[in-house]
């Protein structure tokens, strides 16, 4: 058995992430890769503010004479709901689309309908066809795969899309920010961009029941270059822009809004919460909670030694997990016993299914020098 080993600077361990590399100093290689990035994107925190109002500005000139100024995707969380008030704030016209996947716990679908009420945003709910759905998460569980998020996150990003070309849209605003999400473990956060990957693991592991043409999709045509270059949509992430804290977000949230916490990050989707809860834990031996929380620590959110102490404390009562459990077996039709053949299967990676993979990563690298976020 190979030595346990931490970082000096965050919490990331080889417990939860294989990939785990420490230098001389004790630092890993998360921290190295976050700090690369912030001077990536250090320009925008120099008079960010003045500079994120003179691109709101120009979203509002772009958008005159059109419904909307810009499309904000929502899914109830802390980063995209901050969002959609900051956008407010600057007076944007937005389309708020939310993608209901058929997780959505009853709070999320209480704190996205509370926001767009108060801020007055036309909101737009795309419902994904539940048999297409669930026959597709339900391949990924047999896949051996590590990342069973990926049938969520890509019809996310492929319906904003669809949404901002049905309604001429060229700008969407992305609540994803270096300030919270600024370590996330490579061990099993392969791409959710790769329709190719994602049609194999159904081709092999599926019932083969439905076709997947009802899913919102991108393939590496639409996402790379049609949507971006053709179409011209750019992506904004504001939040890089000025000093977000979640912790004040919340605070700001639920004063304002009456928005509720769901006591972890992306539990606003009770397929999520059992996949960082129930499914990393019990087959990979991973806790996600320690990319979330060294991304705090790194960020100056949260101090190293409180961040020991959380993720020491259990994510949630025993009997809390197993009935989040039971409730994705029973809605995804997967005995006790599949189950644990699930448990018992040999792990898989991607490159055990067909994919884009080198192609994806050429096209990030061109697109970044392209198109500036």
């Not at 772009?62 to 407010?88: H, P, Q, R, T």
């Amino acid at each position: 058995m190979s030595e346990y080993k931490i970082c000096k600077r965050c919490i990331m361990d080889t417990t939860s992430d294989p990939d785990l590399i420490l230098d001389a100093d004790g630092i890993c290689n998360y921290c190295h890769a976050y700090d690369a990035a912030v001077k990536r994107i250090e320009y925008k925190k120099i008079n960010g503010e003045k500079k994120l109002e003179d691109i709101f500005n120009t979203i509002k000139a772009d958008g005159k004479g059109k419904e909307y100024d810009c499309l904000l995707g929502i899914s109830g969380g802390v980063d995209s709901s901050f969002m959609a008030y900051l956008a407010k704030k600057y007076g944007l016209r937005v389309l708020a689309v939310h993608v209901d996947a058929g997780w959505n716990s009853e709070l999320a679908v209480q704190n996205i309908e509370n926001m767009c009420k108060k801020l007055e945003y036309d909101l737009h709910t795309v419902v994904v066809d539940w048999p297409t759905m669930k026959e597709l998460q339900r391949a990924y569980m047999f896949s051996g795969l590590a990342n069973l998020d990926v049938p969520q996150d890509h019809c996310f990003i492929a319906a904003c899309a669809q949404m901002a070309k049905k309604f001429g849209v060229k700008y969407v605003l992305n609540g994803n920010n270096l300030a919270t999400e600024g370590i996330l473990s490579t061990a099993y956060q392969y791409s959710n961009r790769d329709w190719r990957n994602i049609k194999d693991v159904y081709k092999k592991c599926g019932r083969g029941k439905i076709s997947l043409r009802k899913y919102p999709h991108q393939n590496f045509w639409e996402m790379y270059f049609m949507y971006p270059i053709l179409h011209k949509v750019k992506v904004i992430f504001p939040l890089d822009y000025i000093q977000y804290s979640k912790k004040k977000a919340i605070e700001l949230l639920e004063k304002e809004f009456d928005w509720k916490y769901y006591g972890g990050k992306h539990y606003e989707s009770r397929f999520t919460k059992f996949f960082q809860e129930v499914y990393l834990p019990q087959k990979w031996g991973w806790d996600k909670r320690r990319d979330h929380i060294s991304s705090l620590i790194v960020g100056g959110e949260m101090t190293r030694e409180d961040g020991l102490k959380e993720i020491a404390i259990l994510p949630g009562e025993k009997s809390d997990l197993e009935e989040e459990r039971k409730y994705v077996m029973k809605k995804l039709d997967i005995s006790e016993m599949e189950w644990s053949q699930i448990l018992a299967m040999p792990a898989k990676t991607e490159d055990d299914y067909r994919n884009n993979k080198r192609m994806v990563g050429f096209c990030v690298g061109i697109k970044e020098k392209i198109i500036k976020a």
